[in-house]
């Protein structure tokens, strides 16, 4: 009987598919220098690859979106001690 992953399936691959979760997908990225310098300093500052790097940042992206396109807000606090500051997306 064929196994039904494909060799380039990681374990959870699978479970996602089953899921409804996206599979892997390759993509070529051309990043202009700010881009370039701003991935550099998030890899040096977490020690992630440019890949992970890249993949949360979508992430935490598409959530700032979506945060920006409904009624609530989004609060920042500097320090512990500072005061609240309102996060306005554009």
Known sequence: MPNPRAASDT???????????????????????????ALQRLQDMTGYNKTDCINRALIIAAEVERMSREPGAVYWRETPASDLMLVRFV
Not at 12 to 36: C, F, I, M, S, Y
């Open 11 to 37: 374990p959870g691959d699978a479970a996602h598919r089953a899921e409804g979760v996206p599979q892997n997908e390759r993509v070529t990225l051309n990043l202009t220098g700010k881009a370039v310098q």
